[in-house]
């Protein structure tokens, strides 16, 4: 974890220090894959969603698309499927 997510206007703050699993993975000759803050609008939907709140299809989906954790699970995601082709 690499921070926290304001639930109200999104920024993030870094309540921890920062880099140490940057550094450490470094050291361990480890590829880094990425830091996530605290998101406690992702949490909350984790905690509480149903898959079929909000009518039908995917909302449950849509409703993290919009949480500020998706883009960054979405590089490391990448990064991931990318070393994998190498």
């Known amino acids: 974890m690499s921070g926290y997510v304001c639930p109200c206007c999104g920024e ?11 550094e450490m993975a470094r ?3 480890l590829r880094f894959l990425g830091s996530l803050p605290v998101d406690t609008d ?3 939907l984790l905690d ?3 898959v079929d709140e909000g009518g039908p299809g ?3 989906l849509e409703r993290y698309q ?3 954790s998706a883009k960054l699970f979405e590089n490391i ?6 070393s994998l082709g190498r």
């Open 27 to 29: 050291k361990e000759e």
């Open 42 to 44: 992702l949490v909350s």
């Open 77 to 82: 995601v990448s990064g991931v499927i990318d």
């Open 48 to 50: 509480g969603g149903r």
């Open 66 to 68: 919009k949480t500020s």
């Open 12 to 22: 993030i703050s870094n309540v921890f220090s920062t880099g140490g699993g940057e």
């Open 58 to 60: 995917f909302s449950l």
